[in-house]
């Protein structure tokens, strides 16, 4: 049975943020000023006035819930008919006159397979989250309190705070809770109260209670329950399997019992994964229904304008954390960590309608996260932008809940404080949520030693997107793809030659190299776009994520078919290849030009020479390593979604397994080896010299695979080492060409006309 608690850091001392930071005294000095918000009323938003009609009960809720009882009935009067019929089975066979001993053991196991499914528990994780105590966040608990009185909802068991931008009611399933319901718990992520104000917050919360006052919501408890026996008969494999897989292993004349049960029970999975996708469609059906009636107890109790926008901002600050956490994951190679994840969420913040104009210039859906949400009837959420919703969707799209929370169109006047005000947020408790979100990308907590303070972290965080980031002057050229300057060194000896004999082939080099800039390069990058663009229209037509017209489709000016769609698939997939492929031409041009140009005296002479072969040729081998490590990735990770998805792997597929994990830890072997030799050149938050090896692989691979079996905590360390080795080559090739690329900008700032740089060199 699972408990709540407020998970201890002192049980992991040397990976957990200081102890005792859960429970923020009053006089803490890191609390906030709480002089804006002192009393109920004051902190408080009023209720707009809203029509009753708004929280009835649709006939479409009615319809699903009575859907969903059906399907539960079925299942239970199959299930309990298949419980009772394996269990009178063992009987019959063991009273019979001369009972078999193999046919009862049979029907022993059969029956053991039907009921394991109920001795299942589930245990709510609450070690990634701290419990808020009232005597530390009055206000909020007060907050809850007047809201939980106003929406008729019980007050939560706890409140639990985690770092997400989420809201979440969740509470402990077992078979005990279907005849005493347990009490429902509120989580609240501070990455979504740190971007809300008191007036959202309050509509995001309202939501949630709304899920609280749902009598559906023990409903979805029955599914739930249904769902855990289920999945445990289809898709468990446990003691049972194992087993069954030892009784087969004996003599046959033993063994014959556990081979037809082997296909009774293949056939028993096959019909209740039926029934299992069968109660699910009617169940989440229910759910996208259960989200309508809590948006409405949203709109209630905040407006249709306050929760719409709600959403909008919530998608921004999502948005806004992945952005943030994908730069503390990167500055984690370095063993950096910072104090505060919500300061980098706030200046991620800052930066995203940059990112989001970039994006949209490139052709991505990003519209309705960059264009203001604007108050008002008018439906922002666009329904060809939001999310298309399916039969396997628990939530409605955007688009979806707005029209349903403008359908009856509540207006209100905002209340624009900051949600965050609520909290008492010490710098111990920022540290500690902190630490929680690096559970997911360490597999642990950071020791409080190693974490830095946020304006260090953003500063180095800063230092490295900008040796990564391209000016916008080459127009993608070196996005996604190898650079092949061709052999540098043959190249260099050539051109040494030349430089020797007087007669350097340098207005030839530069006028090669122009022609790879300003206009001409701009039309050749958007032309390869456009067919980069065709080939993901073609392909979403090919799997049918688009759907054809029945008229016809209009391709580049023609109507086309269905039945084209292969044809031209393959046509447009050649050019992008001969294309992107010519674009070497630029490489090899850049690399004359700028090599030539390096042995000037004015340009630097020898040293500058030789950092530019340094970078190539550092370049070139982490491309390798790269390539190579890139083909067994293309085998390695579909197998482990095989894996994940198989129960038992047939002996083909086992030894087929086993070939591609010994083959992707004999890459990485070598791929650790070759890295020996490449040497780094001056590079952010890097020893300058060092060999690639160190950054790159910084501690001791692991050993070879066991003869006897797959181990799932061998399998584990190699995806780990595998996917840290092949992240931590792309991000070192992109840091060096970074700065390749602004040394060659320096020797000739000319060069590139809409960088607004000093005249060409002569």
Same mark, same amino acid.
């Given at each position: 049975?699972?408990?709540?608690h407020?998970?201890?850091?002192e049980?992991?001392?040397?990976?957990?943020?200081?102890?005792?930071?859960?429970a923020?005294?009053?006089?803490?000095?890191?609390?906030?000023?709480e002089a804006?918000?002192?009393?109920?009323?004051?902190?408080?938003?009023?209720?707009?006035?809203?029509s009753?009609?708004?929280?009835?009960?649709?006939?479409?809720?009615?319809?699903?819930?009575v859907?969903?009882?059906?399907?539960?009935f079925?299942?239970l009067a199959?299930?309990l008919?298949?419980?009772?019929?394996?269990?009178?089975?063992?009987?019959?066979?063991?009273?019979m006159?001369?009972?078999?001993?193999? +046919?009862?053991?049979?029907a022993?196991?059969?029956?053991?397979?039907?009921v394991?499914?109920?001795?299942?528990?589930?245990? #709510?994780?609450?070690?990634?989250?701290?419990?808020?105590?009232?005597?530390?966040?009055?206000?909020?608990?007060?907050f809850?309190?007047?809201?939980c009185e106003?929406c008729?909802?019980?007050?939560?068991?706890?409140i639990?705070?985690?770092p997400?931008?989420?809201a979440?009611?969740?509470?402990?399933?077992? +078979?005990?809770?279907?005849?005493w319901?347990?009490?429902?718990?509120?989580?609240?992520?501070?990455?979504?109260?740190k971007?809300?104000?008191?007036?959202e917050?309050?509509? #995001?919360?309202?939501?949630?209670?709304?899920?609280?006052?749902?009598?559906?919501?023990r409903?979805?408890?029955y599914?739930?329950?249904?769902?855990?026996?289920?999945?445990d008969? #289809?898709?468990g494999?446990?003691f049972?399997?194992? +087993?069954?897989?030892?009784?087969?292993?004996?003599?046959?004349? #033993?063994?014959?019992?556990?081979?037809?049960?082997?296909?009774?029970?293949?056939?028993l999975?096959?019909?209740?994964?039926?029934?299992?996708?069968?109660?699910?469609?009617?169940?989440?059906?229910?759910?996208?229904?259960?989200?309508?009636?809590?948006?409405?107890?949203?709109?209630?109790?905040?407006?249709?304008?306050?929760h719409?926008?709600?959403?909008?901002?919530?998608?921004?600050?999502?948005?806004?954390?992945?952005?943030?956490?994908?730069?503390?994951?990167?500055?984690?190679?370095?063993?950096l960590?910072?104090?505060?994840?919500?300061?980098?969420?706030?200046?991620?913040?800052?930066?995203?309608?940059? +990112?989001?104009?970039?994006?949209?210039?490139?052709?991505?859906?990003?519209?309705?996260?960059?264009?203001?949400y604007r108050?008002g009837?008018?439906?922002h959420?666009k329904?060809e932008?939001?999310?298309?919703?399916?039969?396997?969707?628990?939530?409605?799209?955007?688009?979806?809940?707005e029209?349903e929370?403008?359908?009856?169109?509540?207006p209100?006047?905002?209340d624009e404080r900051?949600?965050d005000?609520?909290?008492?947020?010490?710098?111990?408790?920022?540290?500690?949520?902190t630490?929680?979100?690096?559970?997911?990308?360490?597999?642990?907590?950071p020791?409080?030693?190693?974490?830095r303070?946020?304006?260090?972290?953003?500063?180095?965080?800063?230092?490295?997107?900008?040796?990564?980031?391209?000016?916008?002057?080459?127009?993608?050229?070196?996005?996604?793809?190898?650079?092949?300057?061709?052999?540098?060194?043959?190249?260099?000896?050539e051109?040494d030659?030349?430089?020797?004999?007087?007669?350097p082939?340098?207005?030839?080099?530069?006028?090669?190299?122009?022609?790879?800039?300003?206009?001409?390069?701009?039309?050749?990058?958007?032309?390869?776009?456009?067919m980069?663009?065709?080939?993901?229209?073609?392909?979403?037509?090919?799997?049918g994520?688009?759907?054809?017209?029945s008229?016809?489709?209009?391709?580049?000016?023609?109507?086309?078919?269905?039945?084209?769609?292969?044809r031209?698939?393959?046509?447009?997939?050649?050019?992008?290849?001969?294309?992107?492929?010519?674009?070497a031409e630029?490489d090899?041009?850049?690399?004359?030009?700028?090599?030539?140009?390096?042995?000037r005296?004015?340009?630097?002479a020898?040293?500058?020479r030789?950092?530019?072969?340094k970078?190539?040729?550092?370049?070139?081998?982490v491309?390798?390593e790269i390539g190579?490590?890139?083909?067994?990735?293309?085998?390695?990770?579909?197998?482990?979604?095989?894996?994940?998805?198989?129960?038992?792997?047939?002996?083909g597929?086992?030894?087929?397994?086993?070939?591609?994990?010994?083959t992707?830890?004999?890459?990485?072997?070598?791929?650790a080896?070759r890295?020996?030799?490449?040497?780094?050149?001056?590079?952010?938050?890097?020893?300058?010299?060092?060999?690639?090896?160190?950054?790159?692989?910084?501690?001791p691979?692991?050993?070879?695979?066991?003869?006897?079996?797959?181990?799932?905590?061998?399998?584990?360390?190699?995806?780990e080492?595998?996917s840290?080795?092949?992240g931590?080559?792309?991000?070192?090739?992109?840091?060096?060409?970074?700065?390749?690329?602004?040394?060659?900008?320096?020797?000739?700032?000319?060069?590139?006309?809409?960088?607004?740089?000093?005249?060409?060199?002569?």
């Amino acid at each position: 049975m699972a408990t709540s608690h407020d998970p201890d850091p002192e049980g992991e001392p040397e990976d957990s943020p200081d102890s005792g930071e859960g429970a923020p005294g009053a006089d803490d000095p890191g609390a906030p000023a709480e002089a804006a918000l002192e009393s109920a009323e004051d902190f408080y938003p009023p209720s707009p006035r809203s029509s009753p009609e708004l929280l009835a009960t649709t006939g479409a809720y009615r319809l699903r819930v009575v859907s969903v009882l059906v399907s539960l009935f079925t299942f239970l009067a199959l299930y309990l008919g298949l419980v009772a019929g394996s269990i009178w089975l063992v009987h019959a066979l063991a009273t019979m006159k001369d009972p078999n001993v193999l +046919l009862i053991a049979g029907a022993a196991m059969l029956a053991l397979f039907m009921v394991k499914g109920l001795f299942q528990r589930n245990r #709510v994780d609450t070690d990634d989250m701290v419990e808020a105590k009232e005597e530390d966040q009055p206000l909020l608990f007060a907050f809850v309190r007047r809201l939980c009185e106003e929406c008729g909802s019980p007050f939560p068991a706890k409140i639990y705070l985690d770092p997400e931008v989420n809201a979440a009611v969740f509470y402990r399933r077992s +078979l005990l809770s279907i005849v005493w319901p347990s009490r429902k718990n509120l989580l609240i992520g501070m990455g979504l109260a740190k971007a809300l104000s008191l007036s959202e917050f309050k509509a #995001v919360l309202a939501h949630e209670f709304g899920h609280f006052a749902q009598a559906s919501m023990r409903l979805g408890q029955y599914v739930y329950l249904a769902n855990q026996v289920i999945c445990d008969m #289809v898709y468990g494999r446990d003691f049972w399997d194992d +087993l069954l897989r030892k009784w087969r292993g004996i003599d046959l004349r #033993v063994a014959w019992i556990a081979w037809v049960l082997t296909v009774v029970v293949w056939l028993l999975r096959g019909f209740l994964k039926l029934l299992f996708r069968l109660i699910n469609i009617f169940n989440l059906s229910l759910s996208r229904q259960m989200e309508f009636a809590a948006d409405r107890h949203a709109v209630a109790m905040a407006g249709s304008d306050t929760h719409i926008g709600a959403l909008w901002k919530i998608n921004r600050a999502a948005a806004a954390m992945r952005i943030a956490t994908s730069g503390l994951e990167s500055m984690t190679d370095h063993t950096l960590y910072t104090d505060d994840l919500f300061s980098h969420q706030r200046a991620a913040l800052e930066r995203l309608d940059g +990112l989001l104009r970039k994006a949209l210039s490139k052709g991505e859906d990003v519209g309705v996260l960059l264009g203001p949400y604007r108050p008002g009837r008018a439906i922002h959420f666009k329904e060809e932008e939001g999310e298309k919703t399916s039969l396997w969707h628990t939530h409605p799209s955007d688009h979806d809940r707005e029209v349903e929370a403008k359908r009856l169109y509540v207006p209100a006047k905002p209340d624009e404080r900051p949600a965050d005000g609520l909290f008492r947020l010490p710098a111990a408790l920022t540290r500690r949520l902190t630490a929680i979100a690096y559970r997911p990308i360490l597999g642990r907590l950071p020791k409080p030693s190693r974490m830095r303070p946020a304006t260090e972290i953003e500063e180095k965080m800063r230092e490295e997107r900008e040796e990564q980031e391209q000016a916008p002057h080459y127009h993608g050229l070196f996005d996604n793809r190898i650079v092949e300057p061709g052999d540098v060194d043959a190249v260099a000896a050539e051109l040494d030659a030349a430089e020797a004999s007087g007669a350097p082939p340098a207005d030839e080099a530069r006028a090669a190299a122009a022609a790879w800039t300003g206009e001409p390069l701009k039309i050749r990058m958007a032309e390869i776009a456009a067919m980069e663009k065709d080939v993901g229209t073609l392909e979403r037509l090919e799997s049918g994520e688009e759907k054809i017209p029945s008229g016809g489709f209009a391709f580049r000016g023609k109507a086309i078919v269905k039945k084209d769609v292969p044809r031209l698939l393959e046509k447009v997939r050649e050019e992008v290849g001969t294309r992107r492929g010519g674009l070497a031409e630029a490489d090899r041009a850049f690399f004359r030009h700028f090599y030539l140009l390096s042995g000037r005296a004015e340009a630097g002479a020898a040293s500058c020479r030789e950092e530019l072969m340094k970078r190539y040729r550092c370049l070139l081998g982490v491309q390798k390593e790269i390539g190579r490590l890139n083909d067994i990735e293309r085998e390695f990770f579909p197998l482990l979604q095989q894996l994940q998805g198989a129960g038992e792997l047939s002996e083909g597929d086992y030894a087929a397994a086993r070939s591609v994990l010994k083959t992707a830890r004999a890459r990485l072997v070598m791929s650790a080896k070759r890295c020996q030799d490449i040497r780094l050149p001056a590079v952010s938050h890097l020893e300058e010299d060092a060999t690639a090896a160190s950054f790159v692989f910084p501690g001791p691979l692991l050993g070879p695979l066991p003869e006897e079996n797959i181990p799932g905590p061998w399998v584990g360390k190699l995806v780990e080492q595998f996917s840290q080795a092949i992240g931590r080559l792309r991000k070192l090739h992109y840091k060096n060409l970074g700065q390749l690329l602004r040394l060659q900008e320096s020797l000739a700032p000319g060069l590139f006309p809409e960088a607004g740089n000093a005249p060409a060199n002569p």
